[in-house]
């Protein structure tokens, strides 16, 4: 008799960058990401959304309960993905403004963020991103949304050994191994949430 190996189902992430630099190491973090769901992170499938297209948040643009093409096309991606992937670098010890605008846009009637799983990971000097990571939890509060609490990543970009090419790609064997217990934990609680859904 043959053993039946459990599949895991396919966990649908949203990947947001707040940083809209062409070279940004943000944006390298979510390369990385995708490239560790195609080989060593089975059950995930990670769809960066480019968030540089979205006009600033203006009630003034939403017409008869709708909203500009470009922001219905970004809800209803936040909206079907299982899970949200956030690398939010520090500005001014909070989140980035292009960030914010989306987390705004996104948080409109109806919410699209509520009830989904997330995590962040950033990048930057000293402390790695991590006061921006606790305002964007504190955002999260009031969206509904559900972070991992570990592992943390917040990473030293120059801090030797060198962590990131010229082209902003993540090269430090370490932090790649950081990155993936993220993406390993946000699996099991985005799994965990949906049971829980299930139940209630």
């Not at 079907?80 to 605008?101: G, H, I, R, T, W």
């Not at 846009?105 to 006061?131: C, E, M, Y």
């Amino acid at each position: 008799m043959e053993a039946v190996t459990a599949v895991k189902p396919l966990i649908r992430v949203a990947a947001l960058s707040g940083s809209l630099r062409k070279t940004s190491c943000h944006t390298g973090l979510l390369r990385a990401a995708i490239d560790m769901t195609k080989e060593s992170v089975p059950g995930m499938e990670i769809e960066y959304i480019d968030i540089s297209l979205l006009p600033l948040i203006n009630t003034d643009l939403e017409i008869n309960g709708t909203y500009p093409p470009v922001v219905e096309a970004f809800r209803r991606k936040i909206l079907e993905a299982d899970c949200v992937l956030f690398a939010s670098p520090e500005y001014n010890f909070s989140v980035s403004a292009p960030l914010k605008n989306a987390l705004d846009w996104a948080s409109r009637a109806p919410n699209v963020w509520a009830d989904k799983a997330a995590a962040i990971i950033s990048t930057g000097g000293s402390s790695g991103g991590g006061r921006a990571q606790y305002h964007l939890r504190q955002i999260g509060v009031f969206l509904d949304l559900h972070f991992i609490n570990k592992p943390e990543f917040t990473l030293n970009a120059f801090q030797l050994p060198k962590k990131f090419d010229a082209e902003g790609n993540l090269i430090d064997e370490a932090a790649k191994e950081k990155l993936k217990q993220v993406l390993i934990s946000l699996q099991a609680f985005t799994l965990r949430l949906q049971r829980l859904t299930i139940y209630i």
